[in-house]
């Protein structure tokens, strides 16, 4: 089946530890993003990447980072510099969308880190 | 990208038809409707996007006017398993980059 992996769905650090959450899709998908969101609020972007070795900042990348070395593949690290770092972290793929055409985002099912 | 105004809340009988109306005024030319929904605890589902015609799949119908200032999803039939938060979001199709508001809670009742 196609789709996009999250693991683990809980995940839960000591602060000052930085942290990795996994992202894996086999959509044949170029583009990727990586999305927080804090509870009762909508999604806010971190990052995102339209082709291997590439990523864009998004709106909070402060206290995160990246890598995209494979197409499947888009890891986020949380940083102890990352001031609140609980949340449920949310990875999305989508088609490059050139050409005009569009860039319908297809989620995974999150992983909800706790640093205590 | 252009902001989008939805209600906080709603409720709809279930086997009625839901419509979830969104206002986008500031929208400019290349940029596309796109709604989601999040059931809780899950990541975002894409129901339908259009441009400027109205739009029906499986899921939804998607209205336009014809100024493109607002729109409306349609769910014709919401079931229990509807109840969500839908999102209305427009992108321009050079980024990719969609800005989630806070949607509007979508309650279906029996």
């Known amino acids: 089946d196609g789709g996009i992996t999250q693991s683990p769905k809980y995940l839960f650090r000591k602060e000052g530890q930085n942290v990795t959450l996994s992202c894996e899709q086999n959509?044949?998908?170029?583009?990727m993003y990586w999305y927080r969101q804090d509870p009762g609020q909508g999604l806010r972007l971190i990052y995102y990447?339209?082709?291997?070795?590439?990523?864009q900042k998004g709106d909070i990348a402060e206290g995160y980072s990246v890598s995209r070395e494979k197409k499947e593949s888009f890891p986020l690290t949380v940083t102890s510099a990352q001031k609140n770092p609980t949340a449920f972290y949310l990875c999305?793929?989508?088609?490059?969308?050139?050409?005009?055409?569009?860039?319908?985002?297809?989620f995974g099912p999150g992983t909800r880190l706790t640093v205590t | 990208d252009a902001k989008t105004t939805q209600p906080t809340s709603m409720d709809c009988a279930e086997g009625r038809a839901a419509n979830l109306p969104c206002n986008h005024s500031?929208?400019?030319?290349?940029?596309?409707v796109y709604w989601y929904r999040q059931i809780h605890s899950q990541g975002p589902q894409y129901i339908i996007h259009?441009?400027?015609n109205n739009e029906t799949n499986e899921m939804a119908s998607l209205i336009i006017t014809e100024d493109r200032k607002s729109s409306t999803l349609i769910l014709p039939h919401a079931t229990l398993r509807d109840t969500a938060v839908y999102y209305c979001i427009v992108s321009s199709s050079n980024t990719g980059k969609l800005i989630f508001g806070q949607g509007t809670t979508l309650q279906v009742k029996p």
């Open positions: 990447s339209q082709i291997v070795n590439d990523f």
């Open positions: 259009g441009l400027k």
């Open positions: 999305a793929s989508s088609s490059a969308g050139t050409g005009g055409k569009t860039y319908e985002q297809y």
């Open positions: 959509l044949n998908h170029d583009a």
């Open positions: 500031t929208i400019s030319g290349n940029e596309y």
